[in-house]
């Protein structure tokens, strides 16, 4: 069983910073590529960024690229998500979430297992 545990959420002002963290339990940890969603209030689950098992790829929402950074430490079993000059329309619950395919997804439907979200809220 894949257990993913988010952190680092909170109230911050437009163009401050946040590091969000994602703790995976699980030996095999290392193997998988991790994406981060999130979900605004009334709004779809979407796509923010993934990262390959290895780091060597990364992928960014346009909305979020220049501004986001995720990065992984498999001997921590942790991913993280860097995200600079936040504003008002980043405010969501932001998700980490396992993929079993080898390259990147920007599809809900092909990550596995999920964390059970972090607040983000960014006052204007």
């Known amino acids: 069983q894949v257990q993913l545990v988010e952190s680092g959420g909170g109230l911050v002002q437009a163009g401050d910073s946040l590091r969000l963290s994602c703790a995976a339990s699980?030996?095999?940890?290392?193997?998988?590529?991790m994406g981060w969603f999130r979900q605004a209030p009334g709004k779809e689950r979407e796509f923010v960024a993934a990262?390959?098992?290895?780091?060597?790829?990364?992928y960014y929402a346009d909305s979020v690229k220049g501004r986001f950074t995720i990065s992984r430490d498999n001997a921590k079993n942790t991913v993280y998500l860097q995200m600079n000059s936040l504003k008002h329309e980043d405010t969501a619950v932001y998700y980490c979430?396992?993929?079993?395919?080898?390259?990147?997804?920007?599809?809900?439907?092909?990550?596995?297992?999920w964390g059970q979200g972090t607040q983000v809220t960014v006052s204007s």
């Open positions: 990262i390959t098992w290895s780091g060597g790829n990364t």
């Open positions: 699980g030996r095999t940890f290392s193997s998988y590529t």
């Open positions: 979430a396992r993929t079993t395919h080898a390259t990147i997804r920007l599809q809900r439907w092909a990550y596995d297992y």
